[in-house]
């Protein structure tokens, strides 16, 4: 099995410009040293969406899609890496070599080959089923009764598996291979102890489950009969991986060029109602709760998600579980809203009986992310007293400090300051005693109705975001991102006072320092340091330092690409994220000075400043710790130099 030489790529994205690939395909307008368009991965009328010739790196503000000129390609084109690798070679007159992967890989890369073969072929199969068995009539009379067409079924791939132990098995596992291939990819069932095979979907209609590259990943199945469970998906697999998939994604994406939202329902069919109707943004989890991988594939395609939910007391606290997920991946530009639908209604029949514009109105009044947080805090308190909105805070506050930084963050933070009176450094004490919502709590006995009801969260005038503005992107120097380089830092800092001025983590910013400057990496040669901590922040700065020292030409796009090569598509995106996020609004003002050189933003300081707050961090941990299992239990069974040894790393003496 080959492989694209990293050498080869790195080639290519010195001699491909980003302009050029992007402006061939979205009309980019010059403004100042970057280009600016309307964004083609989500509609909007102001541009969001920026490239930058220096750093050969797009990203969009509004929608949060960022990368370089392959990943691009991938995105607009909807095409693999491969294949947009191809594409920037043509454009380039060059041919792409291939060198040879290791074994275990290339084996790797076999066996995920045959199981999309296989896959494949399973869905083709369930299809002809539907359309040819002779026992397809009950099948064919529940889709019917759905009100679903044949045209709906053809775009989704539905199926149908007859009644039987080994139909699939009969037709698909003609050889050792096929079989033991159908057993990886979790068709088939082979019970513990035996040799016997049999087929794992039975007499169920069948709904395939698509990658984003409309690959068959698996697959879930609606029983007809009176077995259980009702609906029953795939098992994990080396190619499925439900903690990470939407059903219904790959779909959404195909019947939309921008897509507008994304509408987050509970089962298959109420996607394929919804798209039976017109409504073709709807996607499911598979059998999980909607959690932050979820939420981080969906952003990548649109800017808003609306979760769907029944408006009972269930129904609350899994909008709760879908709240605390969405607010780590809360970037500014980006928009969360939860509809509650009426009690024992769900968006399959509601869609039916009041039809697909009334049901688009109710997606449009659906409750913003930050009404429902406060509301779900507030929920059996009286915050009109003092001890009502201390209890606020306390609930609020940890909640809030989960949000990237960012705009978003600092106004919601204003927001709790003005409903409960406190000052910003107040509520930032309340953040390490998180106290969980109502609603998230399972009831103990039949309880009353909710104290904030849904007619009250949703209403009779739509919600209509305002759209972002600013000051130009030159104007924005990297500093506003950035926290202040005192001479002595003060033990205790004080809160900041100036708006917009953001404090990101060192750990962070030291990653997003060495995106902008790549040659910085010289000040620390030593990552095997890094490389060896527990947090995966750090360990992500190790590799970076690594990569840096051992390439030095590397700049963002090169570090992009092998990010992707070597550690996957969601890492490189975390990595993208990082360097838009934090970076390129300031990419022209990186160096100028505020008032003169004397005061010009030092980012060589900056990052030996936050590498040593990294050790300090560290240090402080690991005093921390020896000082708790001093105080433990355990302490009164060490000898008397185990405890000195313990004394002396609690109080940050160094060993002789």
């Not at 009286?382 to 400090?401: D, F, Q, V, W, Y």
């Not at 996020?581 to 030996?608: F, I, M, T, V």
Request: glycine share 8%; with cysteine; aromatic share 8%.
């Amino acid at each position: 099995m080959s492989r694209i030489p990293q050498s080869f790529i790195d080639e290519l994205l010195d001699r491909v410009d980003i302009v050029e690939v992007v402006d061939h395909r979205v009309k980019l307008k010059k403004t100042g040293k970057n280009y600016a368009a309307c964004c083609p991965f989500h509609d909007e009328k102001t541009p969001s969406f920026t490239v930058s010739p220096d750093k050969q790196f797009y990203y969009c503000f509004g929608c949060g899609a960022s990368g370089n000129a392959v990943g691009f390609i991938m995105d607009y084109e909807r095409i693999a890496f491969p294949e947009a690798v191809e594409q920037l070679a043509h454009l380039c007159g060059l041919d792409v070599p291939k060198e040879e992967a290791t074994p275990a890989s290339s084996r790797q890369e076999r066996l995920r080959k045959r199981l999309y073969e296989l896959l494949e072929k399973a869905c083709d199969y369930y299809a002809d089923q539907l359309r040819h068995h002779p026992g397809r009539a009950k099948a064919v009379d529940y889709l019917k009764g759905r009100g679903l067409d044949g045209r709906i079924a053809r775009d989704y791939g539905i199926g149908y598996a007859p009644p039987g132990w080994d139909n699939l098995l009969k037709a698909l596992g003609t050889s050792a291979e096929e079989r033991d291939g159908l057993l990886t990819a979790g068709m088939l069932i082979q019970p513990e102890g035996s040799d016997r095979l049999y087929d794992r979907f039975r007499y169920r209609i069948m709904f395939p489950i698509r990658d984003t590259r409309g690959r068959v990943i698996g697959f879930g199945g609606r029983v007809l009969g009176d077995d259980k469970p009702k609906y029953l998906n795939s098992p994990e697999t080396p190619v499925f991986h439900k903690g990470q998939e939407l059903y219904g994604l790959h779909e959404a994406r195909l019947a939309y060029r921008n897509l507008p939202r994304l509408l987050v329902v509970e089962g298959y069919m109420d996607v394929v109602s919804l798209a039976q109707f017109g409504i073709r943004y709807g996607v499911a989890t598979l059998g999980t709760a909607c959690g932050e991988e979820h939420l981080q594939r969906a952003f990548r395609y649109t800017s808003e998600v609306v979760f769907c939910f029944d408006g009972d007391s269930a129904g609350r606290r899994a909008a709760t579980r879908a709240l605390e997920s969405a607010l780590p991946a809360m970037t500014d530009g980006r928009q969360v809203k939860f509809l509650f639908l009426p009690e024992g209604e769900d968006p399959d029949t509601l869609v039916r009986q009041i039809g697909p514009d009334k049901f688009e109105n109710l997606i449009n009044m659906a409750v913003p992310l930050e009404d429902y947080l406060f509301d779900a805090a507030a929920e059996g308190i009286n915050i009109r007293t003092m001890e009502g909105r201390a209890h606020l805070s306390k609930r609020a506050a940890p909640l809030l400090a989960q949000l990237p930084k960012g705009v978003f963050k600092e106004l919601m933070f204003d927001a709790l300051a003005n409903r409960t009176g406190l000052n910003r450094a107040t509520l930032e004490e309340l953040v390490d005693t998180p106290e969980p919502l109502p609603s998230h709590r399972a009831p103990e006995a039949p309880e009353a109705a909710a104290t904030v009801k849904v007619s009250e969260l949703q209403p009779e005038l739509s919600y209509t975001p305002e759209e972002a503005s600013g000051p130009p992107l030159e104007e924005i120097p990297l500093s506003a991102y950035d926290e202040p380089e005192p001479d002595a830092e003060p033990a205790e800092r004080p809160a900041p006072t100036v708006p917009g001025r953001y404090l990101m983590p060192p750990e962070h910013k030291a990653i997003a320092l060495l995106l902008a400057e790549p040659e910085l990496a010289r000040q620390e040669p030593e990552h095997d340091f890094w490389l060896n901590q527990d947090s995966l922040e750090l360990r992500r700065l190790g590799r970076l330092l690594k990569l840096l020292n051992e390439r030095p030409h590397y700049q963002l796009p090169h570090i992009l690409g092998h990010w992707r090569a070597n550690y996957g598509e969601a890492e490189c995106d975390l990595l993208a994220a990082i360097a838009g996020n934090d970076l390129l609004r300031a990419a022209a003002s990186l160096s100028k000075a505020e008032q003169g050189d004397e005061h010009a933003y030092k980012p060589a300081a900056a990052l030996q400043s936050s590498l040593r707050k990294v050790r300090e961090q560290l240090d402080r941990q690991r005093r921390g710790r020896a000082m708790a299992r001093l105080k433990s239990p355990e302490a009164q069974h060490l000898s008397r130099e185990e405890k000195s040894a313990l004394y002396a790393e609690a109080i940050g003496k160094r060993p002789e």
